[in-house]
């Protein structure tokens, strides 16, 4: 859990929204809902991101949740994944991951088929 960095009173926050394009049966389980916790927890741990790569702070939620398999020697499809959430920067598409389980919109164990 994130300590809430917002002590800047002055507005001065990151801008984050996502793509609103029509989600398919294939990716469905990150809904607006879970959005809003990915947006709640962007906007009270890191209310001040900037673009490392081009300085800008606007920035888009992905509208899929991804992962990136264990590697153990090689790649093992069915084994433990690390779900991430894409965070692109609206101006030069640097592409930010962050852990779903950490920012709270997958709960440890959570079956993300259904
Ligand atoms: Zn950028």
């Known amino acids: 859990m994130c300590h809430d960095k917002n002590k800047n009173p002055d507005g001065n926050r990151a801008s984050i929204s996502y793509f609103g394009i029509p989600m398919s049966d294939n990716n469905a389980f990150f809904d607006d809902k879970k959005k809003e916790v990915a947006i709640r927890w962007l906007n009270r741990c890191l209310p001040n991101l900037k673009c490392e790569c ?5 920035w888009i939620l992905s509208d899929n949740i991804v992962t990136m398999p264990n590697y153990t020697g090689g790649i093992v499809l069915g084994g433990n994944i690390l779900p991430h959430i894409p965070l692109i920067c609206s101006n030069c598409g640097n592409t930010k991951f962050f852990n779903a389980i950490t920012m709270g919109v997958i709960k440890k164990g959570e079956d993300t088929n259904g």
């Open 54 to 58: 081009c300085g800008e702070g606007k």
